[in-house]
């Protein structure tokens, strides 16, 4: 009968690291491990045979045991705490003691997996499975799955954790472009308190909801909600307007949103966004080309529960109809990117200066008509600016000097050769 136990590292670790040697065994223990191919076979090796059979040993002398091995369990879980998943299922199979430490539940309230070769689908079925023995089907103490760059990632992977792990609060599957929206749907459905939620990259996720299954049992007095805060869906490219409205009616706690260079996106989206999502504090829309004046002042409708925004690229942007509406209903804005937007002048960076006073970060790269003047009035208003990119800008050296007397810690990302 198999037992169940320390998955094998050829199903965490991708093929072409089969060279590698295994941790070198301590206390008596023998290695098991298989021939690693690229489709090798999923299993599940046995635990130290000390720790299947216990025999009677005598402890050898403290003065003929290794260093490593006079270190307390303490300091071990410390150590094995930082380790990724791969390295923390080699650490178990050295010897009875490690496989004690390395599978201490208080080292699986999260799973790392990097590597894109990895057979991501079939770490986390055997990894679950390990961490379902004591409640079975269940993983209640796994809280963070983390898998981004997985690219063989898909969405039998993410079937598995929306099973198993009821208690999933953040997850990263960035770059896995296999994953698709109905896997999405099923684990935002599934693990209720989720928050943290990071597709970018994934280019066949074009909306964020519940499946259809969970939404008919839902009462309409609880509104279908999603407990998601942090959104990132960066480079998402089919996301639409119309998925950006679904995503808002469904995550109304969002206070973290990232849609860069999702470039179907129009201002129609974000007017559902503020609509829904009242309590934005951070919002990237960064390359998104369609966005406009009219995009901005829905933006601003936000008022002082905006922290950052970056609508960088967005070369619709003007001062007048779009930063002039910015600045006066958004007075606690810390963080700015209005980068390549070659409409915003210094007329718009007065405007800021004038009612932003507690902006830290500003960065105005690439934009083609700001001048020193600008510049100045915003070094003479707000005191606490701490970083300034005005990279590719023709802004003179007396103009840098400016805001250097009056902020002192403000560090200036430039293109001038001549100032230093």
Same mark, same amino acid.
């Given at each position: 009968?198999?037992?169940?136990?320390?998955?094998?590292?050829?199903?965490?670790? +991708?093929?072409?690291?089969?060279?590698?040697?295994?941790?070198?065994?301590?206390?008596?223990?023998?290695?098991?491990?298989?021939?690693?191919?690229?489709?090798?076979?999923?299993?599940?090796?046995?635990?130290? $045979?000390?720790?299947?059979?216990?025999?009677?040993?005598?402890?050898?002398?403290?003065? %003929?045991?290794?260093?490593?091995?006079?270190?307390?369990?303490?300091?071990? &879980?410390?150590?094995?705490?930082?380790? +990724?998943?791969?390295?923390?299922?080699?650490? $178990?199979?050295?010897?009875?003691?490690?496989?004690?430490?390395?599978? =201490?539940?208080?080292?699986?309230?999260?799973?790392?997996?990097?590597?894109?070769?990895?057979?991501?689908?079939?770490?986390?079925?055997?990894?679950?499975?390990?961490?379902? %023995? #004591?409640?079975?089907?269940?993983?209640?103490?796994?809280?963070?799955?983390?898998?981004?760059?997985?690219?063989?990632?898909?969405?039998?992977?993410?079937?598995?954790?929306?099973?198993?792990?009821?208690?999933?609060?953040?997850?990263?599957?960035?770059?896995?472009?296999?994953?698709?929206?109905?896997?999405?749907?099923?684990?935002?459905?599934?693990?209720?308190?989720?928050?943290?939620?990071?597709?970018?990259?994934?280019?066949?996720?074009?909306?964020?909801?519940?499946?259809? #299954?969970?939404?008919?049992?839902?009462? +309409?007095?609880?509104?279908?909600?999603?407990?998601?805060?942090?959104?990132?869906?960066?480079?998402?490219?089919?996301?639409?307007?119309?998925?950006?409205?679904?995503?808002?009616?469904?995550?109304?706690? &969002?206070?973290?949103?990232?849609?860069?260079?999702?470039?179907?996106?129009?201002?129609? *989206?974000?007017?559902?966004?503020?609509?829904?999502?009242?309590?934005?504090?951070?919002?990237?829309?960064? #390359?998104?080309?369609?966005?406009?004046?009219? *995009?901005?002042?829905?933006?601003?409708?936000?008022?002082?529960?905006?922290?950052?925004?970056?609508?960088?690229?967005?070369?619709?942007?003007? =001062?007048?109809?779009?930063?002039?509406?910015?600045?006066?209903?958004?007075?606690?804005?810390?963080?700015?990117?209005?980068?390549?937007?070659?409409?915003?002048?210094?007329?718009?960076?007065?405007?800021?200066?004038?009612?932003?006073?507690?902006?830290?970060?500003?960065?105005?790269?690439?934009?083609?008509?700001?001048?020193?003047?600008?510049? %100045?009035?915003?070094?003479?208003?707000?005191?606490?600016?701490?970083?300034?990119?005005?990279?590719?800008?023709?802004?003179?050296?007396?103009?840098?000097?400016?805001?250097?007397?009056?902020?002192?810690?403000?560090?200036?990302?430039?293109?001038?050769?001549?100032?230093?």
């Amino acid at each position: 009968m198999r037992t169940l136990s320390t998955p094998s590292p050829a199903l965490i670790l +991708p093929p072409s690291s089969s060279h590698l040697p295994l941790p070198a065994q301590a206390n008596g223990s023998s290695t098991s491990s298989s021939s690693i191919t690229g489709e090798t076979v999923a299993m599940v090796h046995a635990p130290p $045979a000390g720790l299947i059979r216990p025999r009677a040993r005598l402890r050898p002398p403290k003065d %003929q045991q290794a260093p490593v091995d006079l270190l307390p369990d303490h300091a071990f &879980l410390q150590i094995f705490a930082h380790l +990724p998943t791969n390295q923390l299922c080699r650490c $178990a199979r050295v010897c009875r003691r490690w496989y004690n430490l390395a599978w =201490d539940p208080r080292l699986w309230r999260s799973i790392r997996l990097t590597g894109d070769l990895l057979h991501a689908d079939r770490a986390l079925r055997v990894l679950t499975r390990r961490l379902c %023995q #004591d409640t079975p089907n269940v993983c209640l103490m796994l809280e963070a799955v983390a898998a981004s760059g997985c690219r063989r990632l898909t969405d039998r992977g993410l079937h598995t954790v929306a099973q198993c792990c009821p208690e999933l609060r953040r997850l990263e599957v960035a770059g896995c472009y296999n994953v698709s929206n109905m896997a999405v749907f099923e684990v935002v459905s599934r693990c209720p308190n989720l928050e943290h939620l990071d597709v970018s990259g994934c280019s066949k996720v074009t909306c964020i909801s519940l499946t259809r #299954d969970v939404s008919l049992k839902l009462l +309409p007095v609880h509104g279908q909600q999603i407990s998601i805060r942090y959104l990132d869906m960066t480079d998402c490219f089919a996301l639409e307007d119309e998925g950006l409205h679904t995503i808002a009616a469904h995550c109304t706690q &969002l206070t973290h949103l990232y849609l860069r260079r999702c470039i179907r996106l129009t201002d129609e *989206g974000l007017r559902y966004l503020v609509i829904y999502c009242p309590s934005v504090r951070e919002l990237s829309v960064s #390359d998104c080309r369609f966005v406009s004046d009219f *995009g901005l002042r829905e933006i601003a409708k936000l008022e002082g529960r905006l922290r950052y925004l970056s609508v960088a690229h967005c070369g619709r942007i003007t =001062d007048t109809r779009g930063l002039e509406h910015l600045a006066k209903n958004c007075p606690k804005l810390k963080s700015l990117d209005i980068g390549k937007c070659p409409l915003v002048s210094d007329a718009g960076l007065e405007l800021l200066a004038l009612n932003c006073f507690n902006l830290k970060r500003l960065s105005l790269k690439s934009c083609e008509s700001i001048t020193g003047r600008g510049l %100045q009035v915003v070094a003479a208003n707000c005191f606490d600016l701490q970083l300034l990119n005005v990279q590719d800008c023709d802004v003179p050296q007396e103009a840098l000097r400016f805001v250097k007397r009056h902020c002192k810690r403000c560090v200036i990302e430039h293109t001038n050769p001549a100032f230093f």
